[in-house]
Each structure stands twice: as structure tokens, then as C-alpha cells.
Nanobody, 121 residues
Framework: QVQLVESGGGLVQPGGSLRLSCAASGSIFSINVMGWYRQAPGKQRDLVAT???????NYADSVKGRFTISRDNAKNTVYLQMNRLKPENTDVYYC???????????????WGQGTQVTVSS
């Protein structure tokens, strides 16, 4: 069984920073792309950033230059450093990875529980 546990959300003033973490644990054989998504109430979940196992990154246009995604493969953890935050960045943030389960040797898609980010003065 695989779990993704997120941490690091909270309340921050405009212009401030937060760092989100997402740690995967359990019967993990391999993780390829790791990603962060955001979702507002009643809206679809949108991509924020992704990072491949080789370190290649992709960002939504709205966060380029302000957010940085990184990963620690030894810890099965992905991070999202969010700088110069704006009120419009307020959302619930989710991590998402396809993971190869060592017990079943099958790929499955896993989501974290979500962490609230609120940018407000």
C-alpha cells in the first residue's frame, strides 16, 4: 500500500513564501513524474508543476519564475517552493504521482490529501 502525505500549507501574506512537501511511503518500487496541482472549491484541479525522475521540470505559466519544484529521490519526496505569493494562489494544493507498487508490479495513480494555502493580508 502506498501513501502520499503533504505538509507545509498555511496562511501567508501577499509577497510571502511557503514550502510544500509531499512524502510517499509504502510498497514503492519506482516513481516517475511527480507533480503538484491546485483546486479551488467547485473548480477543476489544475496543474501547477511537474518534475521527472531526471529532474526535468514543467510549470504553469502563472507560477513561472515564482515557484520551484524539486525532489529527493532517496526520500521519495517532492517539494514546491512558492515565493512572491499572490492572493490568487489561494487554493488547496495536491501532490500526484504514478507509482509502481513493488507488491503488485503495477502502476497506479496516487494523490495526497491536500494542503490549504491561503494568501491574505
Amino acid at each position: 500500500q502506498v501513501q502520499l502525505v503533504e505538509s507545509g500549507g498555511g496562511l501567508v501574506q501577499p509577497g510571502g513564501s511557503l514550502r510544500l512537501s509531499c512524502a510517499a511511503s509504502g510498497s514503492i518500487f519506482s516513481i516517475n513524474v511527480m507533480g503538484w496541482y491546485r483546486q479551488a472549491p467547485g473548480k477543476q484541479r489544475d496543474l501547477v508543476a511537474t518534475i521527472t525522475s531526471g529532474g526535468g521540470t514543467n510549470y504553469a505559466d502563472s507560477v513561472k519564475g515564482r515557484f520551484t519544484i524539486s525532489r529527493d529521490n532517496a526520500k521519495n519526496t517532492v517539494y514546491l517552493q512558492m515565493n512572491r505569493l499572490k492572493p490568487e494562489n489561494t487554493d488547496v494544493y495536491y501532490c500526484n504521482h504514478p507509482i509502481l507498487d513493488v507488491d503488485t508490479m503495477e502502476w497506479s495513480d496516487y494523490w495526497g490529501q491536500g494542503t490549504q494555502v491561503t494568501v491574505s493580508s
